[in-house]
């Protein structure tokens, strides 16, 4: 079955405390991101990938990092997790994309809620 | 940073009325992208349209890319209980990395 996961679904953790977030998918794509959501604020970018060893930053990549070693895998680490980094991660994935845009379509992953207390 | 402005940010109705839902920028898009989010789950990719005056129907959904490329709406006929949900348009910029979601519309659809 084509899909992205993530783990963990759940984390709750403490200020400080360095943690991943990882993401896999099994649809060759080329491009992955993740993402973050907030109540009233909609899916805001934090990094993206356009291909292995291929990484920039989203609108708010501010105390996130993320690395592309292998194409299916874009793991999110938080280096020194704050309160306001509590939120609801995504993971997606698509095609590198196509003519006239088509092949955009992103795949996204369940969600991992993280709080930081 | 491109902004998508979605409207009406609720919406909430009974079964079998009729609703619309906006999504407008200032800036020209190459494509734009509706998706739907459940509870607990992520978005589902609903529709892609490419060309300025695209009509794209999906069942009860009818979705439409403005002239100028800049604005989208989403029509929904006789709705259901289930398609209550958050619906969500993105957008990406020209080099297709960098991409911008709506704030999106949460939908209650009423038996």
């Known amino acids: 079955e084509a899909q992205v996961t993530q783990n963990p679904r759940y984390l709750i953790t403490v200020t400080g405390k360095k943690l991943t977030v990882t993401c896999s998918q099994n649809?060759?794509?080329?491009?992955m991101s993740w993402y973050r959501q907030d109540p009233g604020l909609g899916l805001r970018q934090i990094y993206y990938s356009m291909n292995v060893e291929v990484t920039d930053k989203g609108d708010v990549p501010e105390g996130y990092k993320v690395s592309r070693k292998e194409k299916r895998n874009f793991p999110l680490i938080l280096e020194s997790p704050s309160p306001n980094q509590t939120s609801l991660y995504f993971c997606?994935?698509?095609?590198?994309?196509?003519?006239?845009?088509?092949?955009?379509?992103?795949?996204f992953g369940p969600g991992t809620r993280l709080t930081v207390t | 940073t491109q902004l998508l402005e979605q409207s009406p940010q609720f919406l909430s109705i009974q079964e079998g009325e009729n609703l619309t839902v906006y999504c407008n920028s200032s800036s020209v898009f190459s494509s734009l992208q509706w998706y739907r989010q459940e509870p607990g789950e992520g978005p589902v990719l609903l529709v892609t349209v490419v060309t300025g005056g695209e009509v794209k129907k999906l069942k009860r959904l009818t979705f439409q890319f403005g002239d100028a490329r800049k604005d989208s709406s989403l029509h929904i006929t006789a709705a259901q209980p289930g398609d209550t949900g958050l619906y969500l348009c993105a957008a990406f910029n020209t080099n297709a990395g960098k991409s911008t979601f709506g704030d999106g519309t949460t939908l209650t659809v009423k038996p």
């Open positions: 649809m060759n794509h080329e491009y």
């Open positions: 997606a994935s698509r095609l590198r994309g196509g003519q006239g845009g088509v092949g955009y379509e992103q795949y």
